[in-house]
């Protein structure tokens, strides 16, 4: 009598059971929607100009020019001058930079530190997931901007505080999501068939269920980039950000209050930078999050 033999096909890993998640896919969906190309265009633009534009720009964003102090907009100065005779668009420019990049870390390291929770409560469970949850809970149980200005209470004004406490109001969310997401996989076919064929419980995770984690939450973390932007503006808007005289978007607003009336040029330049860019990130990352679930991409 012969003894029975597990086929071969059991033992192999198969492809996750939804590939219209993987990045390819996603990549994929994004290149057919209008909205994603236009967003994206308009966040090239923006980003050549803010990176480029100081090459063509022969104005230091701190020299001050005691002669051109409130200077209207000219062929020499596009977007005039502020009260301290500093070239309006190259403090733009300079501070366009600053605020996405600002924006760029705190929205990666958040991704990061929400991930790595996430995907660890979901897999191993336990203590380890109700720990980790019940720090998401008491973290989302507090409105974001009264924690972030206690944080800021306790660091104290700048950039870099700034950075750091949104850092730690704005991962709980991406750590819920990606929990969620691995605890309905762990019963996939994939994840199993994984695990039978010898792989360690975290190896099945990271080689079946991050790929999509990061997929999911990725896409729905681009739409929080604009958030992002504007709460930074908000806080050097209210002197706990950038300080003087570094130039942020923010901040020259705030400067603007006092010029409304004899230059309004001041207001219109660093409100319609973040206008546009908040448009652009968020006509990209709206399409993003519906390409990244297969079951709302057009």
């Not at 200005?149 to 850092?167: R, S, T």
Request: hydrophobic share 50%; aromatic share 4%; proline share 8%.
């Amino acid at each position: 009598m012969t003894s029975l033999q597990m086929p071969q096909t059991a033992i192999r890993p198969p492809q996750p059971a939804s590939p219209g998640a993987t990045p390819r896919g996603v990549l994929a969906r994004l290149r057919r929607r209008r909205d994603a190309r236009v967003g994206l265009a308009v966040l090239a633009l923006t980003t050549i100009a803010i990176y480029l534009g100081p090459l063509l720009v022969p104005y230091d964003p701190q020299a001050t020019d005691w002669a051109r102090l409130l200077a209207p907009p000219s062929l020499e100065h596009p977007l005039g001058t502020d009260q301290y005779g500093r070239d309006q668009l190259a403090r733009i420019l300079d501070g366009g930079r600053r605020s996405v990049e600002a924006a760029l870390l705190v929205l990666a390291l958040s991704l990061a530190a929400g991930l790595a929770v996430g995907c660890l409560a979901g897999m191993l469970g336990g203590m380890v997931d109700v720990v980790a949850m019940r720090a998401v809970d008491i973290t989302l149980a507090l409105p974001g901007l009264v924690l972030t200005l206690a944080l800021l209470g306790m660091l104290g004004p700048g950039f870099g505080n700034l950075l750091i406490a949104l850092v730690l109001t704005t991962w709980p969310p991406y750590a819920r999501l990606a929990r969620a997401y691995v605890l309905a996989g762990r019963d996939r076919p994939d994840v199993l068939a994984a695990r039978l064929a010898g792989a360690g419980r975290m190896r099945a995770a990271t080689s079946h269920l991050l790929p999509g984690a990061v997929t999911r939450v990725v896409a729905v973390g681009a739409l929080d980039v604009g958030q992002t932007i504007v709460a930074i503006t908000g806080m050097s808007y209210l002197g706990l950000g950038v300080q003087p005289p570094a130039a942020e978007w923010g901040a020259m607003l705030s400067d603007s209050r006092t010029h409304m009336a004899d230059a309004p040029w001041l207001l219109l330049g660093p409100g319609a930078a973040i206008v546009l860019v908040i448009l652009a990130v968020t006509l990209l990352g709206e399409a993003a999050a519906e390409a990244a679930d297969p079951r709302r991409a057009r």
